[in-house]
């Protein structure tokens, strides 16, 4: 993986139909879905909070079978599917929309995708150029132009590659390597006990999916190459834990240096096939990986990469093509995740539309779902806890005073992106056509591929987005130094237009004070305010800084998921981070909120009291077991049942709001 930016993570993907949003209607002044709580439990120690909060949603919830789990993420996706849904189906159907419009293309894409009578009649035929080019590699040459050319396409053969800004000159773009080239979530997935199913679901699924591809008989023995060259990959990967060392991640390489490194490579092969002159270096994230992977290329039987290949371009498209494909593909992708249907054709297809040309539905969505007024009162918010924490740095007794001014001058710089992007992306040059989805797929991430690419030599667009604008997500980018919100979080469950502040400062207040710590965590602290990588630190605030987060490693490591599986400390230091900070900052500037005016009781409960439940309820979540394996083993995210209260627990205020006494040991950085 790239150094992606820091992100608040979709804990699950999508959501149940069944759950319900009509009680944030009835209880427009709370913020809080009182129907989710269980007003019996008396809060008696931090994980009552949790129960308080969603006890009886948590008991009601049966995870659908399409679902790999269920959280507030999910439902408030959910409901932005649901308007997303109204918009295709209109766009779809109208037929007299102006032929660039951004109605005119996503109907396009749309109404391709959810004919699903067509791709069956169709099969593989969408990827035969692909399986051709495949089929045809006869020497390494071949084999490197192959894998740029899928790469091109969304696949992701043998590593990930992609222009990104230098780390230590925020005015330049440079090429960057980083791992890949596997399907399994976890590297020791390929040989721990554990991941035995995996590896029978991967077995019988690219068995499943070569037989559809080619003659059955070599179908299995096809799957086994395909699956020991993934695992030759995996045995040189780093571990997620590895992948957060900024430093370790960033070797800057002349391609010169590279070729020697890499000799059987044919990288200039490489440079043709992605479409750039080759630059003149290239970050090359994980030394250890790319060394490996020569030796891969050097030594493995270019029929076993045939294999491989043929695997990758089969297991991501296939969920574009054929139901026989579609399903083929499940086999394995629900083993990972650990539900049982697919979903309803409309939500992949709605889904896909959004991953492809999400900024033509981008505007649509805004349209429907986020007005002016919200976004005025989110900028409010979001400066007040930016406020907030420039008034708590210089009170920090950890931190020198020299360093302190580097923080606030840091924190000065914030850049804010709320709702949705100041321009829209022009799709001008992506043509669509009525073939087939699967090709639509591969134009538009075509597309999305050539755009990155021209980023080499170019300034720097600020003015980006890492994310469309329906999504319940948000992030921290250290190399612009900004802190992003789309649409799709702002919305009731995170945030009530028209709720009271107590329950807004807890829900979304919470998430942006995560993602604004997350300017401060393990790996921002190490970038200043312009984006650049930069030790702003003095050794002495660096020790303290180190010593406070190895309070909060020691904190996660004794605490398990639903299913008492182990969270690993450290490799969740930053994301706990931000939680325990971002729920910190959020109270204080919710306390500065009040300006002198004494809390309201709102049903019963004092302000403190809805901040708290509406912080916990922002990370209800109901998991299944293989997914939250998955996801304690490689997530730098806590489990959700720890995210819904320990950021309390490590909270003062908490334990007043509560009548408990506050313990004298919480561990605290902000
Ligand atoms: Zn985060």
């Known amino acids: ?14 959501s149940s139909a069944t759950l319900r949003l009509e009680t944030r209607d009835t209880q427009p002044k709370l913020g809080i879905n009182t129907s989710y709580m269980d007003r019996s439990v008396k809060v008696k120690e931090p994980s009552d909070l949790s129960k308080l909060a969603y006890g009886k949603w948590f008991r009601d919830t049966v995870i659908p079978n399409d679902k790999p789990g269920v959280g507030s993420f999910d439902i408030v996706y959910e409901n932005n599917r649901r308007i997303l849904h109204k918009i295709l189906e209109a766009a779809a159907a109208d037929r007299t929309a102006k032929p660039n419009s951004s109605s005119a293309r996503v109907g396009l894409f749309y109404r391709v995708a959810m004919n699903q009578t067509k791709a069956n009649r169709l099969g593989l035929r969408p990827i035969q150029t692909e399986l051709q080019e495949i089929a045809a ?9 192959t894998i740029a050319d ?6 992701g053969a043998a590593f990930a590659a992609q222009p990104q800004q230098d780390d230590f000159n925020e005015n330049r773009m440079v090429a960057t390597f980083g791992q890949g080239g596997q399907i399994l979530p976890d590297r020791e997935t390929y040989w721990s006990a554990d991941g035995a199913p995996l590896r029978q679901a991967y077995i019988k699924s690219g068995t499943a999916l070569f037989s559809l591809a080619g003659p059955g008989q070599y179908a299995r023995a096809t799957a086994e190459g395909a699956l020991s060259l993934e695992t030759r990959l995996a045995r040189v990967s780093s571990t997620p834990v590895e992948l957060r060392d900024v430093a370790a991640n960033y070797n800057l390489l002349t391609m010169g240096k590279l070729k020697a490194m890499c000799p059987s490579i044919d990288w200039n092969a490489y440079w043709e096939g992605v479409g750039v002159k080759a630059p003149k270096d290239v970050n090359v994230g994980q030394l250890k990986f790319f060394k490996g992977l020569d030796q891969v290329v050097r030594y493995v039987p270019l029929s076993n990469w045939r294999a491989y290949l043929k695997m990758q371009l089969l297991y991501s498209i296939s969920p574009y093509l054929s139901d026989e494909a579609a399903k083929s593909q499940f086999v394995l992708a629900s083993t990972i995740q650990g539900q049982s249907e697919r979903e309803a054709r409309w939500k992949r297809a709605s889904d896909s539309t959004d991953a492809s040309i999400g900024e033509a539905l981008g505007p649509l969505f805004v349209k429907a779902a986020f007005s002016p007024a919200a976004k ?22 950890w931190m020198s005073e020299v360093t302190k001014k580097k923080a606030l001058v840091k924190l000065s710089k914030f850049m804010v992106k709320v709702g949705y992007p100041d321009k829209w992306r022009d799709y001008s040059r992506l043509h669509l056509k009525s073939d087939s989805w699967a090709q639509n797929v591969m134009r538009s991430n075509h597309f999305e591929w050539n755009r990155q690419w021209a980023k080499l030599g170019k300034p720097i667009d600020r003015t980006e987005w890492g994310m469309t604008v329906s999504q319940v997500n948000a992030y921290y980018n250290q190399y612009n130094n900004e802190i992003v919100f789309p649409a799709g979080i702002l919305q009731p469950g995170y945030f009530w237009p028209n709720a009271d502040d107590a329950s807004n400062y807890g829900a979304i207040g919470m998430v942006i004070g995560h993602e604004i710590t997350h ?10 305010g312009t984006g650049r990588r930069a030790n702003w630190w003095t050794a002495e605030d660096k020790k303290n800084f180190d010593q406070a987060g190895q309070g909060l490693i020691k904190q996660y490591d004794g605490l398990t998921d639903d299913f008492g599986q182990k969270v690993k400390g450290k490799l969740t230091l930053g994301e706990n981070m931000a939680d325990v900070g971002g729920l910190a900052i959020a109270y204080l500037a919710y306390q500065a909120s009040l300006n002198g005016k004494p809390d309201v009781e709102i049903d019963g409960l004092t302000g403190d009291q809805r901040f708290f439940i509406a912080a916990s309820q922002s990370f209800l979540g109901k998991v299944r077991k293989a997914y939250s394996a998955m996801l304690v083993a490689s997530d730098p995210h806590s489990p959700v049942n720890l995210r819904s209260y320990v950021p309390s627990s490590d909270n003062a205020a908490f334990y007043k709001a509560f009548g408990l006494e506050v313990p004298t040991d919480l561990p605290h950085v902000w």
């Open 1 to 14: 993986m790239l150094a992606l930016p820091l992100l608040l993570i979709t804990i699950v993907d999508g």
């Open 376 to 397: 005025t009162r989110i900028r409010l918010l979001v400066h007040n806890l930016l406020t907030a924490l420039g008034e708590r740095i210089p009170s920090l007794t």
């Open 519 to 528: 300017g401060f965590d393990d790996q921002g602290s190490q970038f200043d």
């Open 150 to 155: 899928l790469q091109s396409k969304g696949v």
């Open 137 to 145: 590699i006869k020497n390494r040459r071949d084999l490197i132009r």
